[in-house]
């Protein structure tokens, strides 16, 4: 099954608003969260990553909510802007629980449009 | 910082063909990761070395795929007896150590025809 979802394949946000990408997990063990970015025919690029042991992280016009009883995790841009148009993959990892197996579990993809 | 450096960035072979793929993690990087991307799979896992030994393989299709690290600085994935299923871009990543975060590279396109 998909461990890691994103239900909203899609996302169309004005420019200078706020984007919500959302992300849902099963894994219990998931302890590290992360969200790419990825242009077409480019590899992902990573923006912002957070530990379970905290439930959020800001990074400039970014920020990482993450919910663990509701196994979600979100990431918000602000002010959002055309060139933040792309594929954004969240990814999840249990590192600790694997005893350091760090591989990434990632979603589908949500492609953000933001429009002049 | 060069970054991971993927070679070659396209393959074509035909059906029944073997196809090797190289990474070169980022200097200093104890961790080479593997992934396999399609329209349909999406970005899928498919083997972990750390510190050049393998730790993982669970995401590796059980025949004519395999992965070896012979040394720190080079990776590689090799396809035997490539099939038309086998078409995606390979992607590897490497991270400083352990709970590092992943960096990949620009990917290798593989068409098997």
């Known amino acids: 099954g998909q461990q890691v979802k994103q239900s909203s394949p899609s996302l169309t946000v004005q420019e200078g608003g706020i984007s919500i990408l959302n992300c849902d997990y099963e894994?219990?063990?998931?302890?590290?969260f992360a969200w790419y970015k990825k242009y077409p025919d480019n590899s992902p690029t990573l923006l912002i990553s957070?530990?379970?042991?905290?439930d959020k992280r800001e990074d400039g016009r970014l920020t990482v909510f993450l919910n663990k009883s509701g196994k979600h995790f979100s990431l918000h841009i602000t002010a959002s802007q055309p060139e933040d148009t792309a594929v954004y993959l969240c990814?999840?990892?249990?590192?600790?629980?694997?005893?350091?197996?760090?591989?990434?579990?990632f979603g589908q993809g949500t492609v953000l449009s933001v429009i002049p | 910082n060069a970054g991971v450096i993927q070679t070659p960035r396209h393959k074509v072979t035909g059906k029944g063909q073997e196809a090797t793929l190289w990474c070169e993690p980022i200097?200093?990087?104890?961790?080479v990761f593997w992934y396999r991307q399609t329209i349909v799979q999406g970005l899928e896992f498919l083997t972990y070395?750390?510190?050049?030994?393998?730790?993982?393989d669970s995401g590796m299709p059980k025949e004519r795929f395999s992965a070896q690290m012979p040394n720190q600085s080079h990776s590689t994935l090799k396809i035997q007896s490539t099939q038309p299923q086998d078409s995606a871009v390979y992607l590897c990543?490497?991270?400083?150590?352990?709970?590092?975060?992943?960096?990949f590279g620009p990917g290798t396109r593989l068409t098997v025809l």
């Open positions: 990543a490497s991270s400083r150590d352990w709970g590092g975060e992943q960096y």
């Open positions: 990814a999840a990892g249990a590192w600790v629980a694997t005893g350091g197996n760090n591989k990434l579990t």
């Open positions: 200097s200093g990087h104890s961790a």
């Open positions: 070395f750390r510190n050049q030994a393998p730790i993982d």
């Open positions: 894994n219990d063990m998931f302890d590290y």
């Open positions: 957070v530990r379970s042991n905290v």
